[in-house]
């Protein structure tokens, strides 16, 4: 009996899969003073990976999922015209616009 329990714990531990959740949650603050048009210096987000959408976003809005792979998420700003990539290795989110570049570090 005492084996059978020992062989149904190890089952459990060798079929178990990593249950990792497709939502993220960030707050991300600007890493770099530079003197950039952008008038915020941190926001938070959260973010569905799997559907590629954002739930809820504060302080920076309008931005919209363009691309998500492995190790990016990819966004487009049309209504500033900018465009970001947020790593999700590292937790850096840089913004993109014809005359600045932002890079925030996120958690």
Known sequence: MKF????FVL????????VESKIIEISCFKLINSESES??????????L????????TDTQFDKIISISERTVIFSNTVFETYSV???TSYIWT??????IDVFRCK
């Not at 059978?4 to 062989?7: M, T, V």
């Not at 915020?40 to 987000?45: A, I, M, R, S, T």
């Not at 799997?50 to 976003?57: C, D, F, H, N, P």
């Open 4 to 7: 059978l329990n020992i062989f």
């Open 11 to 18: 089952l459990i531990f060798i079929f178990h899969k990593n």
């Open 39 to 48: 008038s915020y210096y941190n926001f938070k987000k959260k973010i569905n």
């Open 50 to 57: 799997e559907l590629g959408t954002i739930i809820q976003q």
């Open 86 to 88: 947020f790593d999700l």
């Open 95 to 100: 913004i993109y616009s014809e005359a600045y």
